[in-house]
């Protein structure tokens, strides 16, 4: 059987192509990655599926010097492999075993290595070493992953599988070699080849009893789950322990592995591949490692650290602008850059977003993009990657362009994999917040609104699941909290439920709408909290009913007004004016806002040095303005505000803000009269520009344009004396001709 064995690897890979595709180079010093026989880096953001073994074969006819050199470094680095925190969390006598082997090989290695003397027809033997040992070191990398290791305990049969095949690959390879190679080096290296030989095929690679242990262990506790039971604490703790989980941190870490293999196979099957069979249990951990990290641990030990979710200046290096790593659009850290054809770089999800709503032009530049493909950024991802390490966070695998239904929402009722056991799960670690809301301490009401807060973020399930807990009401008595972190989180959890329609209505019922204003109005409040504040009352204006409740507050508009006027950053603005936007859609709101000064603060805005994207959403908000009469006029007797908004039309990149301005424009000579058509009608460059939208704008964008030039031209024919001769209406060039618009 041993014979057998042997032959049918060495036939096999007798029969293998060997694909040239790395050129003899000189070799690195021993230990180095960057060896000429190294794996190639692959710079594309999907990362090599765990327990998936790739390696690159050497080039055919490659000289035996520099692939031996290369041997001597992989095996050095396979070698001083010792696990995370000194040992591996799973197959702990099989991981060491295989670093035992790679120390007898690299001792073999070196002994050759002097001599400097191994002929071609060794070529073939060391080729197939050298896959084996590629192969080797990505399980070992593996089996030591932190994050990852709850899915190689479940996985510990693969695991061992994988980890035989390599190193009986090694075995066959050793036998392979040609006697006079091993023989003419020394008589150690005959013995030492032997060695590695018989190691390798002797080695016992099979789940530890520890392992077997702790599986038995999840699939009872999943069971316990099932029958809607909680599980016994020591049961839950004996798990983590055998796979080295002993903190807050590290649960969350293990959460953020998960949830990645999960979108990973759900891209898969969106791709129209099979929908895989580990979706169930995937989820099924997730919702166990959830319930740990809520229920088993008392405090979070991060509090200092990176959250990828939260604006990257608060841990941002001086050398880095800490604008240049957040999304254009989200305004948020980045954790799958992409580039566009413009150039431009966007979140991947975000920009994902943008192109399936039927925009076709860059969002920061205006051009129209040649083509939608995304390109990862793979520098850019690389900085932002060691940074967070560096703070000790990883940055999840965001690989797909599905990543933009935000990744937990694969929780979702209506997603058939988040089985009986994940639910009970999720429904018993929802509660045990709950509960921390309404008799914890300080610090457990700290810890409770945090988890909400991350819960809530990016899973509709859980989002359902505390509307249905009935934990609006709860976080908005925490508001008045003297706590600042209580508040933060407090106010962030009521965020993501509002963006629920069960959450919406809960708040409302519950009278929350007058404790958000609070919170917006109140000083000293964070500018964080602030914020996520005014987005509530964002989500909560697409109820018409709810907008004109809010209007009733008489601080609420004049407060939002003033943040757009004064607010400390970007995103603070722009929440403040997407707020208001929603708002106005009750008629009645439109007064209280003219009242406040909204068009001299827009205006003053857009007279400014400001970023494209903040003078678009100026114009736009000043056009919902405009649509009332009393709004109107308000534009029309703000100074300079007409002219400059001519001016911005004709200079805009962005499509949607000349889309606003012309229907603003509209919206001016409807409610203003002839008067402000003929004013129009003298402004310099608006025909050309409005021709120009004619001719190229998107259909809405040429109907207003042509609506507008219709206007014009018969207030400039009705306002000519019949006896004088037909001219032109006044164009900013000499030559150009009037055409009126069908």
């Not at 032959?7 to 021993?30: C, D, V």
């Amino acid at each position: 059987m041993y014979v057998h064995f042997q032959t049918s690897l060495t036939r096999k890979f007798m029969r293998r192509p060997i694909l040239p595709s790395i050129l003899a180079r000189a070799p690195g010093p021993a230990g180095s990655s960057s060896s000429p026989m190294a794996p190639r880096i692959n710079l594309q953001p999907r990362r090599r599926r765990l327990l998936s073994l790739p390696a690159v074969c050497p080039c055919e006819g490659i000289a035996p010097e520099p692939l031996l050199a290369s041997l001597v470094s992989l095996a050095a680095d396979v070698a001083s492999r010792r696990g995370a925190s000194g040992d591996f969390p799973v197959l702990r006598r099989g991981a060491r075993q295989a670093v035992r082997i790679a120390g007898l090989l690299l001792a073999f290695l070196e002994e050759l290595t002097p001599t400097a003397a191994v002929p071609s027809s060794a070529g073939l033997a060391l080729t197939e070493l050298h896959v084996a040992m590629q192969k080797l070191r990505f399980l070992l990398t593996d089996c030591e992953h932190r994050g990852a290791r709850l899915w190689l305990l479940v996985n510990a049969g693969l695991a061992a599988s994988e980890l035989r095949l390599a190193l009986g690959s090694v075995a066959a390879a050793m036998d392979a070699l040609p006697r006079s190679v091993v023989e003419g080096a020394s008589v150690e290296a005959g013995e030492l080849a032997r060695l590695v030989s018989d190691q390798a095929w002797r080695a016992v690679v099979r789940p530890d009893a520890g392992d077997e242990l702790a599986m038995r262990s999840v699939r009872s506790i999943m069971d316990q789950f099932r029958h809607g039971g909680p599980p016994e604490a020591e049961d839950a703790m004996r798990v983590l322990s055998r796979i080295g989980v002993g903190s807050w941190l590290e649960c969350s870490e293990e959460i953020a592995f998960l949830d990645s293999e999960l979108t990973a196979r759900l891209d898969d099957a969106r791709d129209g591949n099979s929908y895989s069979s580990d979706v169930v249990l995937i989820n099924n951990l997730m919702a166990f490692m959830v319930y740990c990290r809520v229920v088993l641990f008392d405090r979070i030990d991060a509090d200092q650290k990176a959250d990828p979710v939260r604006p990257a200046a608060a841990w941002c290096p001086e050398w880095i602008r800490p604008e240049t790593l957040q999304c254009p659009i989200t305004l948020e850290l980045m954790t799958d850059p992409v580039t566009v054809s413009t150039g431009q770089t966007y979140d991947r999800a975000s920009i994902t977003r943008w192109i399936k709503a039927g925009c076709r032009t860059c969002p920061v530049t205006g051009e129209r993009l040649r083509t939608t493909d995304l390109v990862p950024n793979a520098a850019l991802r690389g900085i932002i990657e060691r940074m967070l390490l560096s703070n000790g966070v990883s940055l999840p695998d965001q690989s797909s362009s599905a990543r933009h239904q935000n990744h937990g929402d694969v929780a979702s009722p209506a997603v058939p994999s988040f089985s009986a056991s994940a639910a009970a799960a999720a429904e018993l670690a929802v509660a045990h917040v709950v509960a921390q809301f309404k008799r914890g301490s300080t610090e457990e009401r700290r810890k409770a609104t945090c988890e909400a807060r991350r819960l809530s973020k990016h899973s509709l399930y859980y989002r359902a699941r505390f509307v249905e807990a009935n934990a609006v009401p709860w976080l908005l008595c925490l508001l008045a909290t003297t706590d600042a972190a209580v508040q933060d989180n407090a106010v962030a959890s009521l965020l993501n439920l509002s963006k629920h329609p069960g959450g919406r209505a809960a708040l409302v019922e519950a009278g929350g709408i007058g404790l958000v204003v609070d919170v917006i109005t109140v000083v000293g409040a964070k500018a964080e909290t602030q914020q996520n504040a005014v987005a509530i009352l964002f989500y909560l204006s697409s109820n018409a009913e709810y907008a004109e409740e809010i209007g009733r507050f008489p601080e609420a508009i004049p407060k939002l007004v003033e943040l757009i006027r004064a607010g400390s950053t970007h995103r603070g603005r722009k929440n403040a004016m997407v707020s208001l936007y929603g708002l106005l859609q009750c008629p009645d709101n439109h007064a209280k806002a003219v009242d406040a000064g909204a068009v001299a603060v827009l205006a003053s805005l857009l007279s400014g040095d400001h970023e494209e994207d903040l003078a678009g959403d100026t114009v736009s908000l000043l056009a919902r303005i405009a649509e009332q009469p009393a709004g109107a006029q308000a534009v029309l007797a703000c100074p300079g505000l007409v002219p400059r908004l001519v001016e911005f039309l004709a200079a805009s990149a962005s499509r949607s803000g000349k889309d606003h301005c012309v229907g603003l424009l509209v919206s001016l000579c409807r409610h203003g009269g002839d008067k402000v058509v003929a004013l129009l009608g003298k402004m310099p460059g608006l025909m050309a520009s409005l021709y120009s939208l004619v001719a190229e704008g998107s259909p809405l964008t040429i109907k207003k344009a042509r609506a507008l030039l219709n206007v014009i031209h018969r207030q400039y024919e009705l306002s000519r004396p019949s006896s004088s001769p037909p001219a032109p209406v006044p164009a900013p060039d000499a030559g150009d001709r009037v055409i009126r618009a069908l």
